[in-house]
């Protein structure tokens, strides 16, 4: 949930629209502590947005200016992230992707798709202001894709912290990237995505940001052993790593 505009390190989540939540509880402030005590190291190794040779590599294989990308690295997607999504798109060619926290892979994203041949993006944030400045991203570069203001609300599925209002969404699911809600709401807040891993299509694959970070380590263990129609594997390419998984087909 990033604009092209360079961030801080601590997530925005002041003005977040919540539903159904008087805010968060005292075991989910205690559980941020917790991890937040022994969790600076990844969130300082965040600062990194990857190398220079390689982000320029990743914009000329997209065919875009160096400048598209103007700031990585605080909570935005790193390099190693991006290689990816643009390796699977172009490996995969998806026809439908689902994207939690838009911004910098929102672009990429969206251009992977239209180098491609083609594809549905769906992207959602809580900020509606990131989401018109992310539209008017794509636009300057001739892209578009749903892109979508929603709020958090309690997460479902027994997970804690808050996920998107998302709505109803379509089945056939074939990428779903999940970077948000920020960790600062709670470690474990992205677990809740796996309440629509019954959308992913067979053959379909998930990918996690963050997936080094000690809270995102704990969602996977849980999704490894409620979810076993996943193969789930941590690849350490990246800044900050990503969990991928890839649904029986």
């Not at 925005?12 to 559980?31: E, N, Q």
């Not at 969206?110 to 594809?119: F, I």
């Not at 996690?208 to 076993?228: I, M, N, S, T």
């Given at each position: 949930m990033t604009t092209r505009e360079a961030t801080g390190l601590l997530p925005r989540i002041g003005d977040t629209l919540i539903i159904g939540a008087d805010g968060r509880s005292i075991a989910d402030r205690a559980t941020m502590?917790?991890?937040?005590?022994?969790?600076?190291?990844?969130?300082?190794?965040?600062l990194h947005g990857g190398r220079l040779a390689d982000k320029h590599a990743l914009l000329d294989r997209l065919d875009l200016p160096y400048?598209?990308?103007?700031?990585?690295?605080?909570?935005?997607?790193?390099?190693?992230?991006l290689g990816l999504v643009?390796?699977?798109?172009?490996?995969?060619?998806?026809?439908?992707?689902?994207?939690?926290?838009?911004?910098?892979?929102?672009?990429?994203?969206?251009?992977?798709?239209?180098?491609?041949?083609?594809?549905?993006?769906?992207?959602?944030?809580?900020?509606?202001d990131f989401v018109v400045a992310t539209r008017q991203w794509l636009a300057d570069y001739g892209l578009k894709g749903d892109l979508r203001a929603v709020p958090l609300r309690p997460s479902p599925d027994g997970w804690p912290g808050l996920w998107y209002d998302h709505g109803p969404l379509p089945d056939g699911i074939d990428l779903m990237l999940i970077d948000g809600p920020p960790w600062s709401i709670h470690p474990l807040?992205?677990?809740?995505?796996?309440?629509?891993?019954?959308?992913?299509?067979?053959?379909?694959?998930?990918?996690?940001?963050?997936?080094?970070?000690p809270g995102e380590r704990f969602v996977?263990?849980?999704?490894?052993?409620?979810?076993?129609?996943?193969?789930?594997?941590?690849?350490?390419?990246?800044?900050?790593g990503t969990l991928i998984g890839r649904k029986a087909g």
């Amino acid at each position: 949930m990033t604009t092209r505009e360079a961030t801080g390190l601590l997530p925005r989540i002041g003005d977040t629209l919540i539903i159904g939540a008087d805010g968060r509880s005292i075991a989910d402030r205690a559980t941020m502590i917790f991890f937040g005590a022994f969790q600076w190291p990844w969130l300082l190794r965040s600062l990194h947005g990857g190398r220079l040779a390689d982000k320029h590599a990743l914009l000329d294989r997209l065919d875009l200016p160096y400048d598209a990308l103007p700031y990585l690295g605080s909570w935005k997607a790193d390099t190693g992230l991006l290689g990816l999504v643009v390796d699977h798109i172009f490996e995969a060619r998806p026809q439908l992707v689902v994207e939690f926290g838009m911004g910098a892979s929102t672009l990429i994203l969206a251009r992977a798709l239209q180098q491609a041949g083609g594809g549905e993006l769906i992207s959602f944030d809580q900020h509606a202001d990131f989401v018109v400045a992310t539209r008017q991203w794509l636009a300057d570069y001739g892209l578009k894709g749903d892109l979508r203001a929603v709020p958090l609300r309690p997460s479902p599925d027994g997970w804690p912290g808050l996920w998107y209002d998302h709505g109803p969404l379509p089945d056939g699911i074939d990428l779903m990237l999940i970077d948000g809600p920020p960790w600062s709401i709670h470690p474990l807040t992205r677990g809740a995505a796996a309440s629509l891993f019954d959308h992913v299509s067979p053959g379909g694959t998930v990918m996690l940001d963050d997936g080094a970070r000690p809270g995102e380590r704990f969602v996977a263990r849980r999704w490894r052993h409620a979810h076993p129609e996943f193969d789930f594997r941590l690849d350490l390419s990246g800044t900050k790593g990503t969990l991928i998984g890839r649904k029986a087909g």
